[in-house]
């Protein structure tokens, strides 16, 4: 198993563009998760689903979109960019139904975004 | 308004020592806590949890703690060596869902 891939995994946008990360996983994990870590600042959650076709806000979600079409994927989009995204961005996915063992999350290696 | 919070970015420690890390919770209705290793320029990887109907999980050398009165929990790693040194987060969920983070704490542990 890959496990989670995302890409790509450095990117410069320009401030006012548009783009997609992308994150998938092969473990037919249920739930899956974006977040974003600012430096010295913990993982802050901007969007999550708990299958395909639901998705819903974290604590950070202005500013971006997510959709869900298949278990593998989960596309962040990004739409008009500000410096303010600057971040690097994870996605990670559990299993999410079973015993509490399934709270465990698996996370992509990550996308370092730089909107300048 | 940060609702985990690991007070300390920081420590060192001597090989084959104890580390103890700390981390601090506001809600109450957190029922599930997990604590997270990174190394640089990688995601976190799952390390040991606990469930709130518990005060301790042991993993070999890793511990974890939960004080539900006193809102904290702490990992203890024991013997510490030097493949520990990484950040640990410390993160909870009220029911699975959403997961709340911590800053961190930097772990290095000195051969």
């Known amino acids: 198993n890959a496990g989670v891939t995302q890409t790509p995994k450095f990117h410069i946008l320009k401030i006012g563009q548009s783009m997609t990360l992308q994150c998938t996983q092969d473990?037919?994990?249920?739930?899956m998760y974006w977040y974003r870590q600012d430096p010295g600042m913990g993982l802050k959650l901007i969007y999550y689903s708990v299958g395909a076709g639901i998705t819903d806000k974290g604590e950070v979600p202005n500013g971006y979109n997510v959709s869900r079409s298949t278990t593998e994927d989960f596309p962040l989009r990004l739409e008009l960019a500000a410096p303010s995204q600057t971040s690097v961005y994870f996605c990670a996915s559990r299993l999410g139904q079973g015993p509490s063992s399934s709270y465990e999350q698996y996370f992509g290696p990550g996308t370092r975004l730089t909107v300048t | 308004d940060q609702q985990v919070k690991q007070n300390s970015p920081s420590l060192s420690v001597q090989e084959g020592r104890i580390s103890i890390l700390n981390c601090d919770y506001t809600n109450s209705m957190f029922d599930y806590f997990l604590w997270y290793k990174k190394y640089p320029a990688e995601g976190p990887t799952f390390l040991i949890s606990i469930s709130s109907i518990k005060d301790k999980n042991e993993d070999g050398r890793f511990t974890v703690f939960l004080n539900k009165s006193a809102k904290h929990l702490s990992l203890h790693i024991v013997p510490s060596q030097p493949g520990d040194s990484a950040v640990y987060f410390c993160a909870a969920t009220p029911a699975g869902n959403q997961f709340y983070f911590g800053t961190g704490t930097s772990l290095t542990v000195i051969p």
């Open positions: 473990m037919n994990h249920n739930y």
